[in-house]
C-alpha cells in the first residue's frame, strides 16, 4: 500500500477530496483522513501543495460526504445504529451524550462531537437520527470541516518543518490564514445563534416593532 504522502504526491487534491468524501460518507478506511490531511501538510512545506486549497477541499468534501450520511440515517432510523454503528464504537451512553450536547447547542454540538475521538461518524448518524434540522447540521459541519483541515494541516506542516522553522515566515502565513479561517466561523457561529435567537417559535407571529 501507499503511504498517505505517496498517494498525495500521485493524486493530489483530486485524491484528498475522494479519501475524505468517502470517509464521511461511513465507509471504513484503512488508514484514517487526518493522517491524509497531515501528508497535504508535509507536502505544502515542500511547496507542492497550499494551505487554502487544502482546507477547502477537505470542507467540501467533508460537508457532502457527511450530508448524504446524514440523509441516509434519518431516512434508515435507529435501526442502523443498533445494527452498524457498533464498529464505530457506538454506545448507548455515547447516543445519550450525544442527544444532549444537540438538544442543547445544535450546530455547535456537531462541531464539538466532530473533534471527539471516535464520534466523528457517529455524530453524523446521531444526527440523522434524531432529526436534527438538515441546516443546523450543515452549518455544524461545514465549521468542523475547517477547523479539521486547519488543525491537521498544521500538524503535517509543523513536523515537515521541524520545530526550529515554527519562527520562519512561511508559518507565519500559514497562522495568519488559519486565523482568519477561525474568525469566519466564529463569525457565522455567533450570526446563525442570533438568528435562531431572533425567530419567533412555531406558530407565534413576529413581534411588531412599532
Do not use: N
Amino acid at each position: 500500500m501507499e503511504s498517505p504522502s505517496d498517494f498525495l504526491a500521485r493524486w493530489h487534491y483530486a485524491g484528498l477530496f475522494g479519501i475524505i468524501l468517502i470517509e464521511e460518507a461511513g465507509v471504513p478506511l484503512p488508514v484514517p483522513g487526518d493522517l491524509f490531511i497531515a501528508a497535504m501538510g508535509a507536502l505544502a512545506f515542500q511547496q507542492r501543495a497550499a494551505f487554502l486549497p487544502t482546507v477547502a477541499v477537505v470542507t467540501t468534501a467533508t460537508v457532502i460526504g457527511a450530508t448524504a450520511l446524514f440523509l441516509f440515517s434519518r431516512h434508515a432510523g435507529r435501526p442502523l445504529l443498533l445494527k452498524v454503528m457498533r464498529r464505530f464504537g457506538y454506545t448507548d451512553a455515547r447516543e445519550a451524550r450525544l442527544e444532549g450536547w444537540l438538544d442543547r447547542h445544535g450546530a455547535l454540538a456537531v462541531v464539538v462531537g466532530r473533534h471527539v475521538p471516535g464520534l466523528r461518524i457517529v455524530m453524523t448518524v446521531v444526527a440523522g437520527v434524531l432529526r436534527l434540522p438538515h441546516p443546523t447540521f450543515v452549518l455544524g459541519t461545514l465549521l468542523a470541516g475547517m477547523i479539521w483541515g486547519t488543525l491537521y494541516f498544521g500538524i503535517g506542516y509543523g513536523l515537515a518543518a521541524g520545530w526550529r522553522e515554527l519562527a520562519g515566515r512561511d508559518l507565519l502565513d500559514w497562522a495568519l490564514c488559519a486565523g482568519g479561517l477561525v474568525l469566519v466561523a466564529v463569525a457565522a457561529w455567533f450570526t446563525w445563534r442570533e438568528y435562531h435567537r431572533r425567530r419567533p417559535p412555531p406558530g407565534r407571529p413576529p413581534s411588531d416593532p412599532g
